[in-house]
């Protein structure tokens, strides 16, 4: 079983900083690009940023500048510094990962796809 679990959401004043960690847990052997998405009230999810396992990374236009993405492939977590938040950065953050190789039953290897965590709530205040 394999499970992303995210932490550090939390409430902060406009212009302060949250860091948001993600771990991957399970027989992992591998995984691909790891991101973060957000998804505000009455919106679709998007995109906030990704990172590739070789250190690639790519970020919404909204957040350049204010927040980085980082990894730590050996421990399988994905971090997201953010930093300069804003109201409009208050939404629900996941992470996910495109895709993960696992060890499962008598040693074979499998890809687990599009796995998401379960969220953590970010609210910015005014």
């Known amino acids: 079983q394999v499970r992303l679990v995210e932490s550090g959401g939390g409430f902060v004043q406009a212009g302060g900083s949250l860091r948001l960690s993600c771990e991957a847990s399970g027989t992992i052997l591998s995984i691909n690009v790891m991101g973060w998405y957000r998804q505000a009230p009455g919106k679709q999810r998007e995109l906030v940023a990704a990172?590739?396992?070789?250190?690639?990374?790519n970020y919404a236009d909204s957040v350049k500048g204010r927040f980085t993405i980082s990894r730590d492939n050996d421990k399988g977590t994905v971090y997201l510094q953010t930093n300069s938040l804003k109201p409009e950065d208050t939404a629900v953050y996941y992470c996910n990962a495109d895709s993960i190789v696992v060890r499962g039953a008598f040693g074979a290897r499998r890809t687990l796809y599009d796995v998401w965590g379960q969220g953590t709530q970010v609210t910015v205040s005014s």
């Open positions: 990172i590739s396992s070789g250190g690639s990374t």
